[in-house]
């Protein structure tokens, strides 16, 4: 399994805290972390520094090698977009970066994640985390989200 973190977004929704420079992921909104080093120690729970790959632009690259670093996760993979394009193409640059840098399979799961969530607790993260993998293992597509307490069209629907 590999962890695709995505972390280029440039937070303008949470102006004037985000910047273009400094965005949402990060910002130490909850604790002594920023949202990039706690999604990253959420994923240590569950796999290798080895086993994530972090996709950025290289405007964040010393950033996001500074908290990997800080995090214990050094030997995770850091792949920059050529020119920011959204979700779609950064999640199509990483599944071709773990196919060609890293020698992943095409069975493999990636686990696609952004970096400016505050996810708790940890422990029930990474059991639910666990066990969509297994699920994934079987050519299932799984996603996590919240309960919604309303329509919203920006997000589009999920029909189970």
Same mark, same amino acid.
């Given at each position: 399994m590999k962890i695709i973190l995505l &972390?280029? /977004?440039? /937070?303008t929704r949470l102006f004037p805290l985000s910047r273009t420079r400094f965005p949402k992921q990060f910002l130490k909104v909850t604790g002594d972390?920023?949202?990039f &080093?706690? @999604?990253v120690k959420r994923f240590l729970a569950? @796999? &290798?520094p080895q086993d994530l790959v972090v #996709?950025?632009?290289r405007a964040y690259e010393h950033l996001v090698k500074a908290e990997l670093a800080a995090c214990g996760a050094k030997d995770a993979s850091v792949a920059l977009e050529p020119a920011g394009r959204n979700t779609a193409p950064a999640i199509a640059l990483a599944a071709a970066f773990c196919r060609d840098k890293l020698g992943a399979t095409e069975s493999e799961v990636l686990f696609v994640t952004p970096c400016d969530?505050? #996810?708790e607790p940890v422990d029930a993260f990474a059991a639910g985390v666990r066990e969509a993998v297994q699920l994934a293992e079987t050519s299932a597509i799984v996603t996590f989200g919240i309960r919604p307490t309303g329509p919203e069209t /920006?997000? /589009?629907y999920i029909q189970a």
């Open positions: &972390a280029g /977004g440039g /937070g972390d920023s949202l &080093a706690q @999604t569950v @796999t &290798a #996709i950025t632009n969530h505050v #996810i /920006g997000y /589009g």
